[in-house]
């Protein structure tokens, strides 16, 4: 069973940075699209971030400016998110996710942006 494994969460004070991977446990079969969504308590999971096979990009607007997703050119099955400029209303779980013929998710890493 494949599984995206994601790391680099943290603490962060409010304008630092952070960079976020993912990585796919093992090849997934033509992947058209990767993706960070990410969740606060009490909202629902919400599109930060996404690259499609032909590295389009497209982002929330709350984001777009300071964060940039990008794939690994060796490996197609890693996904980077650089975050710069974090404000405390960007701390929330991020997963990441892949979509092939199936849908693929990670477990979530946490950011927390905090003076």
């Known amino acids: 069973q494949v599984q995206l494994v994601e790391s680099g969460g943290g603490l962060v004070q409010p304008g630092g940075s952070l960079r976020l991977s993912c990585t796919a446990s093992?090849?997934?079969?033509?992947?058209?699209?990767m993706g960070w969504y990410r969740q606060a308590p009490g909202n629902e999971r919400e599109l930060v971030a996404v690259?499609?096979?032909?590295?389009?990009?497209?982002y929330a607007d709350s984001v777009n400016g300071r964060f940039t997703i990008s794939r690994d050119n060796a490996n197609k099955n890693t996904v980077y998110l650089q975050m710069n400029s974090l404000k405390p209303e960007d701390t929330a779980k991020y997963y990441c996710h892949a979509q092939s013929a199936l849908s693929y998710w990670g477990r979530g890493t946490q950011v927390t942006v905090s003076s």
């Open positions: 690259i499609t096979s032909d590295g389009s990009t497209n």
């Open positions: 093992r090849s997934i079969f033509r992947i058209n699209v």
